[in-house]
């Protein structure tokens, strides 16, 4: 069985940091793409960042890039993501969830996996 | 403002069948499959369907995909007061380089 539990989650000041982390069993981690999605309190799936099997290939939303850090460790059969220079507006439960494939951004891709998500809260 | 568009909520009677619509552009749904998701209430959400049409195995068959140009539908049959939930469409978008959803659509069974 697939199994996603995020983890990291919290109370931070804006302006700090947070590292969230993604513990990934029941499937061969390093054959698949990982992602991370969050969700706003009583709002919409938003796409955060994604990594494909190797780490050789990652992307981000405009509203994280250059903030967020979205890496892997295979041998832990784990998914990391550092937010940095956080916002009120990152305020969101945040979602890891496995990618069909090996790779991402295909015109095929999808998730088929999501855990229960991370509780991340920006305020002063 | 969500890249894909869905209404925001949609009602209809156990046992009826109800579609949610969801359009988007050449860059995202014109050009790639679509994906739908459900949301029950205070869970992660669950995959429903895939490469536009596809189930995942344990998916009953009242539940349907199909798409047409940059718009894409999903179908529900025989509702059941358990498919209250929010249902997302989502696509990759060659043009942001990133995944991209609808704003959700929220399903009351009368």
């Known amino acids: 069985e697939v199994q996603l539990v995020e983890s990291g989650g919290g109370l931070v000041q804006p302006g700090r940091s947070l590292r969230l982390s993604c513990a990934a069993s029941g499937f061969t981690f390093d054959d698949y793409a990982m992602h991370w999605v969050r969700q706003a309190p009583g709002k919409g799936l938003e796409w955060v960042s994604g990594?494909?099997?190797?780490?050789?290939?990652?992307d981000y939303a405009d509203s994280v890039k250059g903030r967020f850090t979205i890496s892997r460790n295979n041998a832990k059969n784990s998914l990391y993501l550092q937010m940095n220079s956080l916002r009120a507006e990152d305020t969101a439960l945040y979602y890891c969830a496995k990618d069909a494939y090996l790779r991402f951004g295909d015109y095929y891709d999808y998730f088929d996996y999501w855990g229960q998500g991370t509780l991340v809260t920006v305020s002063s | 403002q969500s890249v894909l568009t869905q209404p925001p909520s949609v009602s209809a009677a156990p046992g009826q069948k109800v579609t949610f619509s969801c359009s988007g552009s050449s860059s995202n749904i014109g050009n790639n499959y679509v994906s739908w998701y459900q949301q029950l209430p205070g869970t992660a959400p669950k995959l429903l369907i895939y490469?536009?049409?596809k189930r995942p195995s344990g998916i009953p068959d009242r539940f349907s995909g199909s798409k047409s140009g940059t718009s894409a539908t999903l179908g529900i049959s025989g509702l059941q007061t358990g498919d209250e939930a929010a249902y997302y469409c989502?696509?990759?978008?060659?043009?942001?380089?990133?995944?991209?959803f609808g704003g959700g659509t929220k399903l009351t069974v009368l």
């Open positions: 990594i494909d099997w190797n780490s050789g290939s990652t």
């Open positions: 989502g696509t990759w978008d060659s043009g942001l380089s990133a995944a991209v």
């Open positions: 490469d536009n049409n």
